[in-house]
């Protein structure tokens, strides 16, 4: 059995591709048998063309659910082809224009007869096949607009991985793991300076013995995210050390730590909570905004020791 076949559902993108990609390379032959110079990636936008009589690039977009840069590489060959022509919209200049040129009318005359008899060919095959294809592809098509394939996988990993998830406070037992996910982090975005270097030799004299608290992130007691408080004065404390591992990224683990240590830090009641970040970590930043933390210009109490130019942020709780 075809190993793609056997795989089902989940190779039903490369199916789906491999029989584009089959019936692209019959068509291909078609065409260079007619001794046509046109490729078969072109027919969608040709055909819109056609149709619309003059329709801008950004229409063409979004008619054939395509990127603009995308639309903009099909359109350049076109006209280099000769078969369209480009031009500005006079009421906004930013706006392209693209209708056919004498040439390409000519030949939409040509291939009429031609792309009528791939229309009743395949019309036969999907009679012959029985299948219903294009509307179960109708079906799919109007299933994924209402949610991505990117999210319905990232809310199952969500899903899969936030079941079997604990937060633990440090223990010793966890000193390797708690050093090498933020030096694999730090490596990743930043740099590693002498006072990460210090925290995470000694975590237990650093931290825990000067008012704070470490919390490390468990899925099936495997280490996968941690983070740190630690005091600044009566009323505040510091968010730190915040990383989820790499392969466990893009699941909103970042987002059920924050909640965790906005918990926590509610708990020793302190009235706010301070972090370093910075410019380079949108990810996070946007992680922290959206939660409420706010910019602030700087802190009495606290300075950035590590020398990397970070942005100040700021959440009030308990008030």
């Known amino acids: 059995m075809n190993f793609i076949k056997e795989l089902g559902t989940l190779a039903i993108g490369s199916r789906l591709k491999n029989l584009s990609e089959l019936m692209m390379k019959d068509m291909a032959r078609i065409y260079k048998d007619q001794d046509v110079d046109f490729e078969p990636r072109w027919f969608t936008f040709f055909q819109l063309i056609v149709r619309k009589k003059e329709i801008s690039v950004t229409e063409i977009a979004r008619e054939l659910s395509q990127t603009h840069p995308a639309v903009v590489q099909v359109v350049n060959v076109l006209e280099k082809k000769k078969l369209i022509i480009t031009r500005k919209d006079k009421s906004d200049q930013r706006k392209s224009l693209v209708r056919l040129s004498k040439k390409g009318k000519k030949l939409a005359e040509d291939m009429a007869p031609l792309w009528d008899a791939v229309r009743k060919v395949s019309d036969e095959i999907m009679k012959e096949s029985d299948s219903g294809l294009l509307d179960s592809i109708a079906k799919?098509?109007?299933?994924?607009?209402?949610?991505?394939?990117?999210?319905?996988?990232?809310?199952?990993?969500?899903?899969?991985?936030?079941?079997n998830i604990e937060f633990v406070p440090y223990q010793g037992k966890y000193r390797q793991e708690f050093r090498q996910l933020n030096e694999d982090w730090l490596n990743s975005y930043l740099e590693i300076s002498d006072h990460d270097r210090e925290i995470l030799a000694d975590p237990t004299n650093k931290i825990i013995k000067k008012n704070g608290e470490i919390f490390l992130l468990l899925h099936n007691e495997e280490?996968?995210?941690?983070?740190?408080?630690?005091?600044?004065?009566?009323?505040?404390?510091?968010?730190?050390?915040?990383?989820?591992?790499?392969?466990?990224?893009?699941?909103?683990?970042?987002?059920?730590?924050?909640?965790?240590?906005?918990?926590?830090?509610?708990?020793?009641?302190?009235?706010?909570?301070?972090?370093?970040?910075?410019?380079?970590?949108k990810e996070a930043s946007l992680l922290?905004?959206?939660?409420?933390?706010?910019?602030?210009?700087g802190h009495n109490d606290i300075s950035d020791e590590t020398g990397r130019c970070s942005v100040l942020l700021q959440l009030n709780i308990n008030l």
């Open 223 to 281: 280490v996968i995210g941690t983070y740190t408080l630690r005091k600044i004065n009566h009323n505040d404390c510091e968010l730190s050390k915040f990383t989820v591992k790499k392969e466990f990224r893009g699941r909103k683990l970042g987002k059920i730590m924050l909640e965790h240590a906005i918990n926590r830090a509610k708990v020793l009641e302190y009235n706010s909570i301070i972090l370093f970040t910075h410019h380079k970590l």
């Open 288 to 297: 922290y905004k959206k939660r409420g933390f706010a910019i602030i210009s």
């Open 140 to 163: 799919i098509e109007t299933v994924l607009e209402q949610k991505s394939t990117y999210q319905r996988i990232q809310e199952k990993l969500h899903k899969d991985v936030s079941k």
